[in-house]
């Protein structure tokens, strides 16, 4: 039996496991940094498949790291298993039939991200147990990756340094490498305090805290013009100060979000912007308060695991979807108009060298082979945080019909369905296989931390303080 074929039986040996445990999950939506069933789920399975757990990871109620070996190599596997609020959705429906009206559901599928990560893990070990294969195995329960994002807490902390290797995926509608980087990205918060006073018969000795918030957002959209193109400066008003027009607002808050290429761009941008909060305090006699209590690092995709994950998933092969599983990712893909479906196919390039091959296509089936690429996605990542901290990859697999929108009903119905499952024992195969292939090639993890070294730096830079906690 080769290495392949082992792999594929010890993971087949673990299906009801997998399946069952990322349909725990998935009905037992939660959101960021408030995860307790899902890592409970999850470290369960760990346990008991032989895994020693560290919990409460970081001061984090909701991290946790399972371990299996002991010293070099250190290969490092990131699970995710936050869901998204207002995607409450029945499983398989293709017409929007919350489970709960405005609840939250697994709209990016992370309940098969932890899921899956977790069984290439225990793939792993059992391969190493019989095959006496010296090294380590870590599988990083990571909270909060929707907001609050927490591999930047563990990267900060220094909870990837000593990997040679990082490993994750996520759940998409192609089976690809991920090639492009993603955009860095900051969050901040500013509060402004001011003074009330009677709106017509004293306006005079009020100071408005609303208004300071309504100053900084016009000049930061006149910063808009002077940054670079690529930069995306979102806020949102978290406060207005009372809903009495009548009265001066005495409180007002405002939440950004910072985006840009790489996060030295971030950093650079987000110093501006905390001038402006500064000047719009000083003109209308306010004050502010500003934190910044998360960030996260633009993915840096090491090439050389890149290529060790795209060997491995090419000699794996794709999800082992059959005519019900294409069936239901029809009753999704019709529903698509002419413009989503148009994206869709460009979005298959650069790994697929011919996107019209798949024009009409409801659920792709092909495995692309890795192709560098200097693009990036105008999304955010705190995989990225892992990327600055060690040598990072990470695939992508079909878990959903072609051009699903991402954070939808429409992925929350489709993450407990058979096309799910079928990717999360395929990911389980390529990510171990991936792993164990690693393990027994310590001149591939040289060249992989030279390249690391050389991109990066060899340096982490955290977008936040020290002492910056969580935001529950």
């Not at 000047?279 to 306010?286: E, K, R, Y």
């Not at 599983?325 to 029809?330: C, I, M, N, P, S």
């Not at 024009?359 to 945080?385: C, H, N």
């Not at 060690?390 to 929350?412: E, R």
Request: with cysteine.
């Amino acid at each position: 039996m080769t290495r392949v074929e082992e792999i594929k039986k010890i993971v087949e040996g673990k299906k009801d496991v997998l399946v069952n445990l990322n349909d725990e999950i998935w009905a037992t939506p939660e959101l960021y940094f408030r995860e307790e069933k899902s890592a409970a789920a999850l470290i369960r399975v760990l346990k008991e498949q032989g895994f020693e757990v560290e919990e409460n990871v970081d001061g984090i109620s909701t991290a946790f790291i399972g371990t299996y070996g002991s010293g070099h190599p250190i290969i490092g596997i990131l699970g995710e298993f936050d869901a998204l609020p207002s995607l409450s959705q029945e499983a398989c429906k293709n017409v929007h039939s919350p489970i709960e009206a405005g609840g939250p559901g697994h709209g990016c599928g992370h309940c098969a991200l932890g899921a899956a990560a977790l069984g290439a893990a225990i793939a792993a070990k059992d391969y190493m147990q019989a095959h006496g294969i010296k090294g380590t195995v870590r599988y990083y329960g990571c909270p909060a990756e929707e907001a609050g994002w927490g591999k930047m807490f563990l990267a900060r902390d220094g909870y990837y340094d000593d990997l040679d290797a990082c490993y994750t995926w996520h759940p998409g509608n192609c089976n690809t490498v991920q090639s492009a980087s993603s955009l860095a990205n900051m969050c901040a918060y500013f509060t402004f305090k001011g003074k009330t006073a009677h709106a017509a018969a004293a306006p005079h000795l009020g100071r408005s805290a609303l208004d300071a918030c309504e100053i900084m957002n016009v000049g930061v959209n006149y910063l808009r013009e002077h940054v670079i193109a690529e930069a995306r400066i979102h806020y949102a008003y978290q406060d207005v100060g009372g809903p009495a027009p009548n009265v001066v607002q005495d409180h007002a808050q405002t939440k950004y979000f910072i985006r840009a290429p790489k996060i030295k761009q971030v950093l650079e941008i987000a110093e501006r912007i905390k001038d402006i909060a500064r000047g719009a305090a000083l003109i209308t006699g306010t004050t502010v308060e500003m934190d910044f209590p998360a960030g996260m690092c633009d993915y840096v995709p090491n090439d050389v695991l890149s290529g060790v994950l795209s060997d491995a998933f090419l000699a794996v092969g794709g999800p082992e979807f059959d005519d019900a599983d294409r069936a239901l990712a029809e009753s999704f893909y019709k529903d698509l108009n002419d413009n989503e479906k148009e994206a869709a196919l460009k979005r298959l390039a650069p790994n697929y060298p011919d996107p019209d091959k798949y024009r009409g296509v409801a659920l792709i089936e092909d495995v692309a082979p890795y192709v560098k690429s200097d693009s990036y996605g105008f999304g955010s990542t705190d995989v990225g945080d892992a990327s600055y901290a060690c040598p990072t990859a990470q695939l992508n697999a079909a878990c959903y019909a072609n051009g699903t929108p991402g954070h939808s009903w429409q992925i929350t119905a489709q993450s407990a369905s058979s096309i799910t499952h079928k990717a999360i024992l395929c990911v389980a195969k390529v990510i171990a296989l991936a792993t164990i292939n690693s393990l027994e090639d310590p001149e591939m993890l040289k060249k992989a931390h030279e390249e690391y070294v050389k991109v990066t730096g060899g340096k982490y830079i955290c977008p936040v303080g020290k002492d910056a906690k969580p935001r529950i």
